[in-house]
């Protein structure tokens, strides 16, 4: 059984930084789009960023030269490295992956909380 296994997340004061991991297990075949996804309360979910494996990244405006994405096709793991975070990137993060000949999966997320 597919699974996308997160690791990273946590409480970190405003200019600060943290970074995600999220790794596909139960598959032999590898993961096309990952990305990662947040979700604030109240919000709808949005994107953050994605990779695709050969490397094509895409951002949304908000995280733009703030957070680098990116990924070990090896290891089949996507990372989000996210610095001078902001309160309002305080969300639950989700990871997402396209696996090949498998599926779209998500994780299970992981809380950011930035203080003020």
């Known amino acids: 059984q597919v699974q996308l296994v997160e690791s990273g997340g946590g409480l970190v004061q405003a200019g600060g930084s943290l970074r995600l991991s999220c790794a596909v297990s139960g598959s032999i075949f590898s993961a096309d789009v990952m990305g990662w996804y947040r979700q604030a309360p109240g919000k709808q979910r949005e994107l953050v960023a994605a990779?695709?494996?050969?490397?094509?990244?895409n951002y949304a405006d908000s995280v733009k030269g703030r957070f680098t994405i990116s990924r070990d096709n090896a290891k089949n793991t996507v990372y989000l490295q996210m610095n001078s975070l902001k309160p309002e990137d305080t969300a639950v993060y989700y990871c997402?992956?396209?696996?090949?000949?498998?599926?779209?999966?998500w994780g299970q997320g992981t809380q950011v909380t930035v203080s003020s």
């Open positions: 997402n992956a396209d696996v090949v000949y498998s599926g779209n999966y």
């Open positions: 990779v695709t494996r050969g490397g094509s990244t």
